[in-house]
């Protein structure tokens, strides 16, 4: 696993828009191009900030009422192929796939909505698929991708691009990792639980 890695292109795909701003003047300020989707993508041109639309990159749609936005190979693929592997970079080529180099996720708020009382649909509709996806993708490649799991991980990604500019050790890369996966299973054990108690 080799150490230091450039950021170039960051995904980002978040329900809540507070504390990012910080974020995206540091990723513009060092060159990184950002991807997004949606009320996310308006959220960072708003702020002044050029952004590609996933669905230019996919030349799909947001479907299904928003429950399909990042699925996609071409975004998948972004995300997990290493960068040390030939054939990897050899499909990325054939399938004109981009890399993506960090990916910052906020998921939606299922636990905040269930607790609100909202309706069996409501909460459902909270359970958060593509953005879980995107976690899970980002913290299985750490050696080659950056995952932010969570507004809670802002702070160290402010951190890093403040102390090493867009560029990141395996060791930031492991340990956010390790911050998704504890994300991740807390989302699914809440998801869980709540489907356990109906």
């Known amino acids: 696993m080799s150490g230091t890695k450039q950021i170039k292109t960051a995904l980002i795909s978040v329900y809540h828009k507070d504390g990012l701003e910080a974020i995206l003047a540091k990723l513009n300020a060092e060159g990184v191009k950002l991807l997004s989707t949606g009320g996310t993508q308006k959220f960072i041109e708003s702020k002044g900030y050029p952004c590609e639309k996933v669905e230019d990159i996919t030349t799909y749609p947001s479907i299904l009422g928003g429950r399909v936005k990042t699925l996609h ?6 995300i997990l192929a290493r960068r040390d592997n030939e054939s990897d970079q050899e499909q990325m080529k054939q399938y004109d796939i981009p890399s993506i180099d960090l990916v910052i996720v906020d998921l939606y708020p299922f636990e905040e909505t269930v607790k609100s009382g909202a309706s069996e649909a409501d909460i459902i509709e909270k359970i958060d698929i593509g953005g879980i996806s995107l976690i ?3 913290a299985k490649n750490f050696n080659d991708v950056v995952i932010v799991p969570s507004k809670a991980e802002y702070g160290m990604l402010l951190d ?7 560029a990141t050790d395996v060791e930031d890369r492991r340990k956010l990792a390790e911050r998704a996966f504890g994300v ?11 489907f356990a108690s109906l």
């Open 73 to 78: 190979p071409k975004i998948f693929g972004g």
């Open 160 to 166: 890093i691009l403040n102390s090493k500019g867009a």
């Open 136 to 138: 899970r993708a980002g």
């Open 184 to 194: 991740s299973s807390h989302y699914d054990t809440a998801i869980h639980a709540w």
